[in-house]
């Protein structure tokens, strides 16, 4: 049974920052891109972040570039993520997902994504 188990969120003020991390089980993890994604209510899930399996390339959404840093640690079936100079705007529930997949573009879509967390909720005040 394939697990992912976010953690790391919470409440941090205007510029803070915070590391979120996610943890694999059930899977051959090295051989999974991996994304963050995050949902505001009411609002679709939106890409944040992913590396790939294969070389490790990273990817942001522009928004977040040059404050996150994604990483991941194949040994310790763990991919992060590190959030710095938060804002409110970045005030979500966070999720990360699995990503089996081949295709470049597919990276930045959640439907193409085969695994998900419960999500970890990062709230950040002004």
């Known amino acids: 049974q394939v697990q992912l188990v976010e953690s790391g969120g919470g409440l941090v003020q205007d510029g803070g920052s915070l590391r979120l991390s996610c943890a694999a089980s059930?899977?051959?993890?090295?051989?999974?891109?991996m994304g963050w994604f995050r949902r505001v209510s009411g609002r679709e899930r939106e890409f944040v972040t992913a590396v790939r399996s294969i070389g490790g390339q990273t990817y942001y959404r522009d928004s977040v570039k040059g404050r996150f840093t994604i990483s991941r640690d194949n040994a310790k079936n763990t991919v992060y993520l590190q959030m710095d100079n938060l804002r409110p705007e970045d005030t979500a529930i966070y999720y990360c997902?699995?990503?089996?997949?081949?295709?470049?573009?597919?990276?930045?879509?959640?439907?193409?994504?085969?695994?998900w967390g419960q999500g970890t909720q990062v709230t950040v005040s002004s």
């Open positions: 997902g699995a990503h089996r997949g081949v295709i470049l573009s597919d990276i930045r879509d959640p439907d193409q994504y085969d695994y």
């Open positions: 059930g899977l051959t993890f090295r051989s999974y891109s």
